[in-house]
């Protein structure tokens, strides 16, 4: 078990060393300016940490009235997220004097447990999302201390900030190496005589925008979520280096204008990120704050496919289609076989939606999650559309896609795609065929298995030999936990109801077995997965090309009266 409590030095003997030669330094007396608050953090999660309930990486540990380091973290990721500090936006967001004392408390206690190289938050990773914390939150921690405990927080400031000026080097690269350089530059130029700290910082940081982000805004993992991290902490960096009066590079700002339309194509009507990839819907109001602040304007790309994603849009209805690979190599380790599959929202109402990422609630449902069937498209029985190899979390054969057509006509956007993730296997393609009308009250769907070459055909020939029942396969249509819905037209339709009074229908052409199965929604920030249902057309490919067709349409619009605004909170005690 990992254990937040304790003192006895963990992490590798370089980290320890750096620590320790960082201790030598000059101590910074003050900020050159007093720093402002720029992380966002929940009210509701705030409150929770109040009450002693710690819900962290998926763990819940109740420990009322105890200090965070007294606490035995669960696991490792529990331990990381603790001594990541972003806990403190969730306190400085609840506000009240108990979260207040709290945070000032916690960071003191940090600084006399761990503040010489013990424990495991001294990773560059950690230590800058701790920095960018204690800087962002510097007016909360400091109201009402002391002398001695200003010079023990400005002390251990100055500690890791020239730590990292030493290890930020040893961080992976991707959202890692961004926290470790964007922690840098926030703390050494908010320190009166650190400044000098930060130059090959910033020469690193240009390096891995132009390494990292690619042309058209998007990071390996394919991880909407996590594009915004590293957009936000862009933004971070930009303003602080504005603020010193010291120039942006234009690797940073070009950059951060790459990445501000993508993440606009792959937000939903809702304002949350489509969930792939391992990313969430991220916190409610992040995204926003960070396009603000990021000044960059535009729309979502022009209608072209945005990090492998390709978004439909029409009156208050969004679709959001995964129509690339996974990602390969060390991106892929998160990675899902969700290549075409798609999320649906109506308004500030999430209809159809990808089950999500496992990794909170343990091993078995991250795996789970990132099968194909926990996506809302086809799936052979028993095969993903990409597959795990063994001993590895990358994806040893990832479904390549084979086609990609888009128009837009006055009948509304048209989206037309294929993969070949059965084809060695099996013989098949997946063509899927999609049709959002002009006023976003209807998606019309067409899924195709079919064998296209002569090669293809011989192989589907001999499985048929074999199972002349068919090759069975099913289109799954997964649905948010707050959809409420039922079987209608004597089972040959499914009525959806969401809580903006909106009551959608979907109907299919009869070819399929349509049931009503149990499925999961697997959210962050909770105990447990979520119980909802799917939407399931199943049925035997006995022949070279199978076609299905179906339809989603809105029967029903939210009244004029009801005015669509109520956000769920976090479902944990407090």
């Known amino acids: 078990m990992a254990v937040i409590t304790g003192d006895r030095p963990t992490g590798s003997f370089g980290n320890r060393l750096a620590v320790w030669r960082a201790g030598f330094a000059r101590p910074a007396l003050a900020f050159r300016s007093q720093p402002e608050p720029r992380s966002i953090g929940l009210f509701a999660r705030g409150r929770q940490i109040v009450a002693g309930n710690f819900l962290f990486a998926g763990k819940l540990v109740q420990a009322p009235g105890a200090a965070l380091w007294d606490v035995t973290a669960p696991d490792p990721a529990f331990a990381a997220e603790a001594h990541g500090f972003v806990w403190l936006d969730d306190l400085a967001a609840y506000g009240d004097s108990a979260a207040r004392q709290r945070a000032r408390d916690w960071t003191y206690g940090w600084i006399a447990r761990f503040g010489r190289g013990q424990g495991p938050g001294w990773t560059p990773d950690l230590t800058g999302r701790r920095l960018i914390r204690w800087v962002n939150h510097a ?15 400005f002390r251990a400031l100055t500690v890791q900030t020239h730590y990292l000026a030493r290890r930020w080097t040893r961080a992976a690269s991707g959202l890692p190496r961004f926290e470790a350089l964007t922690g840098l530059i926030v703390a050494a130029l908010a320190l009166e005589g650190k400044a000098a700290l930060v130059g090959a910082a910033i020469t690193a940081l240009a390096r891995d925008c132009q390494r990292e982000v690619d042309a058209g805004g998007g990071i390996p993992t394919r991880n909407p979520e996590d594009l915004l991290e590293v957009f936000t902490l862009l933004n971070w960096a930009a303003q602080a280096l504005a603020e010193s009066d010291r120039a942006v590079p234009i690797e940073v700002t070009h950059a951060i204008g790459r990445i501000a339309p993508t993440l606009r194509a792959l937000r939903h009507a809702d304002g949350g990120l489509a969930r792939f990839h391992g990313g969430g819907r991220g916190i409610e109001g992040r995204l926003d704050a960070a396009l603000a602040a990021s000044g960059v304007r535009g729309g979502s790309g022009g209608g072209l496919p945005a990090m492998g994603f390709v978004r439909l849009a029409s009156g208050r209805t969004t679709v959001i289609v995964d129509a690339a690979s996974p990602p390969d190599a060390g991106a892929g380790g998160e990675a899902h076989a969700s290549t075409l599959a798609f999320e649906m929202t109506s308004g500030r109402r999430p209809l159809i939606v990808s089950s999500g990422s496992g990794l909170p609630f343990g091993e078995d449902w991250q795996l789970a999650g990132r099968a194909t069937a926990s996506h809302s498209t086809l799936s052979l029985d028993g095969s993903s559309s990409s597959r795990l190899g063994k001993g590895g979390a990358e994806f040893a054969t990832r479904a390549p896609v084979t086609a990609l057509q888009m128009a837009q006509d006055s009948n509304g956007h048209h989206l037309s795609l294929a993969h070949g993730g059965w084809q060695g296997s099996h013989g098949l393609t997946h063509a899927r065929i999609l049709t959002l009308d002009t006023q976003g009250r209807r998606l019309t769907g067409t899924d195709l298995l079919e064998a296209r070459s002569p090669g293809d055909r011989k192989r589907v020939a001999a499985i048929l030999a074999q199972s002349p029942e068919g090759i069975g396969f099913a289109i799954r249509f997964h649905l948010h936990p707050d959809v409420d819905v039922a079987l209608d037209m004597g089972g040959n339709a499914v009525s959806m109801a969401l809580k903006s009074g ?73």
């Open 139 to 153: 007016v909360l921690i400091l109201q009402g201390s002391d002398k001695a405990q200003s010079d023990a927080y």
């Open 502 to 574: 909106e009551i959608w229908v979907f109907r299919h052409d009869g070819i399929a077995k349509l049931t009503l199965d149990p499925s999961v929604y697997l959210e962050k920030g909770r105990l447990q997965p979520r119980a909802t249902k799917q939407i399931v057309l199943s049925a035997p490919a006995g022949s070279f090309e199978t076609r299905i067709g179906w339809t989603l349409a809105k029967a029903q619009d939210t009244p004029l009266a009801i005015r669509d605004l109520d956000r769920e909170e976090l479902s944990v005690p407090d």
